[in-house]
């Protein structure tokens, strides 16, 4: 068997070499060949050890194609821990000819908090470098909130987001160059913070003693918790039942077609939090009702999309699971676009005309790769009279699920 090469891949903590455990300071001494950023490299580069100043996985898996197992040893300088939103991840999974051990470091979150004099095993922890998480739900719903910034999303972009949902009075703590001469720490409320720049790479930590700790615990939130008008709308206990044969997941990406007053794209959304939800409708009095609804729940993770839902989903990213409420006659053709995405979407969709519920019966039976589940529902909520209690009986709807057969 051929010898792997060795490729230790160590957390350096925030940049401070004097933060480096002695483990990961030893790994890197063994090491001949380092790779990482230029501001990480210029603390650990000698004579005798080659440098590459990149942290592209591209390029990390050139240079190690291009080592000798035999005498060559790679260390991969990642920041913080590596196991902490880390490139260390990645890396990994692209290099399978090596040997790749992992040597953990200091974390922004856990320095931060002892700069702060916090605990740290309380806080909701977000990551908005790269990635599109909800904050303002986060910081709405915990007291304690930990968030990576990068990119687009800045401390000040991020808070000024905050004062959009109601959220200025929040207290924020904005940490910057961490661990390094230069390092400086903000303290501010939100809408302060909003008026000042930060660098984009920056760490946040935001106190909300008004939290609500709102998490819902089971599909199917009350009707008189979204704003309503003659729009339709997706009742409780039915929704309750599309959602559990949807079975969404906090990472997916969600289609709502036909989404009406978004109480679906709602339940979907907080859900899916590191996830997305795209709610498509056409009508305008709807779209604008939607967008009041989003806002209300405070959800950065959930889009609206105005106009025909065929034509806008062709350029969305695929979907895990899309819900359908409406279609407007061209449902066989948005399956057939959603399927050519992602032949394994979990698919719902809901009817109350005996024609629709013939025309999917007649798609799925010409897809036989695909199991047909219909369920019919049948609600009917109490209406005061008098001293009595009527029963008044409302539309049944058919629940219908789709998935794909296993092979």
Known sequence: MSQKLRVNVVGIGPGNPDLLTGEARQAIAASNILLGDKRMLSAFADSSKTVYDTIKTSAIAEVAAKADPAKDVLAVLVSGDVGFFSLAKTISGKLPDCECVRYCGISSLVYFASKLQLSWDDAKIVSMHGRDQNLVAAVAQNKKVFSLTGGDHSPQALCKQLCEHGLGQVLVYVGENLSYPEEKITQGTAE???ALSFPSLSVMMLLNDEANC????VHGLADDLFMRSKVPMTKQEVRSVSMSKLMPKATDVIYDIGAGTGSCSVELALIAKQGKVWAFERNPVAVELLGKNKELFGLTNLDVIAGEALENIKTMPAPDCVFVGGSGGDLCEMLDVIYAKNSKCRIVINAITVETLAQVAAYYKEHPDYSLEIVNV??????????????????PVYVMTALKKED
């Open 192 to 194: 302060e913070i909003s």
């Open 214 to 217: 709102f998490e819902p615990t």
């Open 378 to 395: 049948f609600v009917a909520r109490s209406k005061k009279l008098g001293s009595y209690n009527l029963m008044m009986a409302q539309n």
